[in-house]
Each structure stands twice: as C-alpha cells, then as structure tokens.
C-alpha cells in the first residue's frame, strides 16, 4: 500500500513539472528567476524523497519480519518449557 502511495506521488510531481517547467520563468531576473529555481529544487527534493523511500521499503519490510519472527520464537520457546 505504501509504495502504491510513493508511486502515485512521483506521477503527480511527474505530472506538476511537465506541466509547469515550460510556464516558469528561469531566465527573468529578481525574484521571478528565484522562485523558479526554488520551486523546482523543492520538486527535485520530493522526486529524491520519493526515490529514496521506494528504494529502502523491502529492506524496512525485512527488519519488521525478523523482529516480528524473533518474537514468535521466543513465545514458542516459553510455550514448551
């Protein structure tokens, strides 16, 4: 379910830069320029985000399996003594 949501995410941010890269007006000088340069560092920070958490969620999903296997063996293990 989570990375249905991080996927979704990446379309929408996909989507909100091809749509307003063309319309923002980098080259003007004063804060015109730097609000397009801040907006689209800010885009670039959610796409990394995103990236990032799709990357490392099977390994967050192995460490909650093992802690959680851990625990059953050890309520197995107070169960036959």
């Given at each position: 379910?989570?990375?249905?949501?991080?996927?979704?995410s990446?379309?929408?941010?996909a989507a909100l830069l091809?749509?307003?890269?063309?319309?923002?007006p980098?080259t003007?000088?004063?804060?015109?320029?730097?609000?397009?340069i801040?907006?689209?560092?800010?885009?670039?920070m959610?796409?990394?985000?995103n990236?990032?958490?799709i990357?490392?969620?099977?390994?967050?999903?192995?460490?909650?399996?093992?802690v959680?296997?851990?625990?059953?063996?050890k309520?197995?293990?107070r169960?036959y003594q």
């Open positions: 379910m989570l990375k249905n949501r991080l996927l979704l990446l379309l929408c941010i091809y749509v307003a890269v063309p319309r923002l980098m003007e000088d004063g804060l015109a320029g730097w609000f397009a801040a907006w689209l560092v800010l885009a670039l959610a796409i990394g985000g990236m990032a958490a990357m490392y969620l099977p390994k967050r999903k192995r460490i909650i399996n093992k959680k296997l851990a625990e059953v063996k309520v197995r293990l169960q």
